[in-house]
């Protein structure tokens, strides 16, 4: 049997054949490692998914194909460690907010339901604006007489909402809810009415001549019922007369 011998030419040119074919598996193979590579997911993303998965279980959004409307390029949205809570303060509205317990921050965000037929783009969406507003810390029953210390300020979206929200702590002064209100709801114009401070049948301290150099109290019985500045009819307990007074508290009044 004869053996193939290579000459010392040969010897060379096989091993820069080996090393040029060794050099192309590799470049193949990174290739191949690189294409395998996924980009990871924007902060937005993947508040976007849990969000979808969220709205899928909600009630309000079952059924319907959902998308959160991108947030104002200005805001940095930041990496949560933890899953995001999600919660919807505002009933039928589509405005929802944001929670992460590490590192703890909260936004509101807007959820587009229906058909999406194209995606939205960041950069050109325009930010929702925010407004501040007056917010129940609990649950506050119809015919509550308010006070400030039942409400903190909160800032959310208000579309639609923008000449009915209640911002200033001071106006809440006398004031009675007309419905239940639940935590975190904004109060509005039409959540409220004058606070009824004097009811009919009850007793009601009525002073008379103050500013004129002398001042007399009088125990009368309401007939009617009215709320603070309110004009109603009184009868005398003593001697049963007839009298109009003006309401100035909770069952006092002052003769007109």
Not at 101 to 126: D, E, H, I, M, Y
Not at 165 to 175: G, H, P, W
Request: hydrophobic residues 40%; contains cysteine; positive net charge.
């Amino acid at each position: 049997m004869q053996m193939l011998c290579l000459k010392n030419a040969d010897t060379q040119r096989f091993k820069r054949w080996g090393l040029w074919l060794a050099a192309c598996v590799l470049s193949h193979a990174q290739l191949g490692f690189a294409a395998d590579l996924s980009v990871p997911d924007s902060t937005f993303e993947v508040l976007q998914k849990q969000a979808q998965q969220w709205a899928a279980t909600h009630p309000s959004f079952q059924g319907k194909q959902v998308q959160v409307v991108p947030v104002d390029p200005r805001i940095t949205v930041q990496s949560c460690q933890q899953n995001l809570q999600f919660e919807q303060p505002f009933p039928n509205q589509p405005a929802i907010r944001v929670r992460c317990a590490q590192p703890a921050w909260q936004l509101f965000v807007n959820l587009n339901t229906g058909q999406v037929t194209a995606p939205v783009n960041r950069a050109s969406a325009a930010a929702p604006t925010l407004y501040k507003v007056l917010v129940s810390k609990e649950l506050l029953k119809r015919g509550t007489v308010i006070t400030p210390a039942m409400f903190s300020t909160a800032e959310m979206p208000a579309a639609g909402m923008e000449n009915q929200i209640i911002s200033d702590i001071k106006l809440l002064k006398n004031l009675e809810l007309v419905r239940d209100l639940t935590p975190n709801t904004p109060l509005r114009s039409y959540d409220v009415k004058t606070a009824v401070l004097v009811k009919r049948g009850q007793e009601v301290q009525v002073t008379a001549g103050e500013g004129q150099g002398f001042s007399i109290t009088m125990r009368a019985e309401a007939l009617q019922e009215g709320g603070l500045g309110e004009q109603i009819r009184l009868k005398n307990v003593e001697s049963g007369r007839s009298l109009y007074g003006v309401i100035t508290g909770p069952n006092t009044a002052k003769l007109r």
